[in-house]
């Protein structure tokens, strides 16, 4: 691979990492990625999806942050979904949220690679 292929490659995986990075940034995200991740309990009223028990809807979301207003809850949904972090699932007028596994592990590994592991001076791993 020619270096400008590599720097063209580089950047591209630089620009998606910084754009989720970027909505990670934010403490509400990261609580509601937390929420979805534990997924329900209990303490959830709404009724629970057939094919996905585990996801959230928006009402337990905003009862399990408590001070959260339903626009706010609904514009940080957007952009989880926006960046692909969580996935939505409809049952006829419900709307259901899960995690998206495969888009947080990629995210992690792409992290993993590019920052945590070791290179030798021509910038390949070892």
């Known amino acids: 691979m020619s270096s400008e292929m590599w720097y063209t490659s580089a950047m591209e995986t630089i620009d998606s990492l910084a754009t989720l990075a ?3 940034s934010d403490p509400i995200r990261l609580r509601i990625l937390d929420l979805l991740v534990i997924g329900r309990d209990a303490s959830c009223r709404s009724m629970e999806h057939p094919q ?3 996801a959230l809807c928006p009402r337990d979301l905003q009862q399990k942050l408590g001070d959260i207003t339903p626009s706010k809850l609904s514009y ?3 952009e989880l979904r ?3 972090l969580i996935q939505e699932h409809r049952s006829g007028k419900h709307i259901h949220y899960t995690p998206n596994q ?3 592990e990629h995210f992690f590994a792409a992290m993993k690679q590019r920052y945590l592991t070791a290179r ?3 910038g390949t791993s070892i």
């Open 22 to 24: 970027l909505v990670l």
């Open 52 to 54: 996905f028990p585990l």
């Open 76 to 78: 940080h949904l957007k």
């Open 82 to 84: 926006s960046a692909k």
């Open 102 to 104: 495969p888009v947080l």
């Open 120 to 122: 030798n001076p021509e």
